[in-house]
């Protein structure tokens, strides 16, 4: 059972517009997220997170949005640029049994930034 | 990606070979982690280890084994490559709660 959720597997948009991601989790113990973004042949890079505490993270052109009654957060990059053009992964950790120090991934959104 | 080496960066393997991957790490962390992507699949935990002599598994253990001897480094192991286990491999580092930091993966083949 797939417990983080990204149900677009690809995104386009035009540089300057907003860009936005979305991640859908289903556990409940889940209260910590994070996002990170990866370019081919690299390694996961870390974005963002968000405590279950907070419902908005902001962090230069990049904010996560966090829903906890819809289980449901967000990244937003504005203005998007070329540069964005990658794939993002949002990850979950919870303290259920002690594995706060444990992520579930989500299968990842293709961000394509048009110039 | 500074703080996590995987060596090696790519290997062609054939059906029954056995292999060892190796994640070193100069920040000092207790947690490492070892992952596997698969096309449309994201990332899933393979094993990880808690500090120093310690191992678990983790979301996709089987055909895999780890040893980590020395806190700087996490190995894993292949006895016996099958080509499902073609895979992109990523070691990861962390310190508990919190974001865990990434090397730039193995590419591995199993003809």
């Known amino acids: 059972d797939q417990q983080v959720k990204q149900n677009s597997p690809s995104l386009s948009v035009q540089e300057g517009r907003i860009s936005i991601l979305n991640c859908d989790y289903t556990?409940?113990?889940?209260?910590?997220f994070l996002w990170y973004k990866k370019y081919p042949a690299e390694g996961p890079t870390f974005l963002i997170s968000i405590s279950s505490i907070k419902d908005k993270n902001e962090d230069g052109r990049f904010t996560v949005f966090l829903n906890k009654s819809a289980k449901h957060l967000s990244l937003h990059i504005v203005p998007s640029q070329p540069g964005d053009s990658a794939v993002y992964f949002c990850a979950a950790s919870g303290r259920s049994g002690g594995s706060n120090y444990k992520l579930t991934f989500g299968k990842g959104t293709l961000l394509t930034v048009n110039p | 990606n500074a703080g996590v080496t995987q060596t090696p960066k790519f290997r062609v393997l054939k059906t029954g070979q056995s292999m060892t991957l190796l994640c070193a790490q100069d920040m000092n962390h207790e947690y490492m982690y070892w992952y596997r992507q698969d096309p449309g699949m994201g990332l899933r935990l393979i094993h990880y280890s808690v500090g120093e002599g310690t191992t678990a598994k983790g979301e996709v253990p089987d055909g895999y084994n780890v040893s980590r001897l020395k806190k700087q480094n996490f190995l894993l192991g292949l006895e016996s490559a099958a080509p499902s286990q073609t895979s992109v491999y990523f070691c990861?580092?962390?310190?508990?709660?919190?974001?865990?930091?990434f090397g730039d993966g193995t590419r591995l083949s199993i003809l």
């Open positions: 990861a580092i962390g310190t508990g709660p919190g974001p865990q930091h």
């Open positions: 556990n409940s113990m889940f209260d910590y």
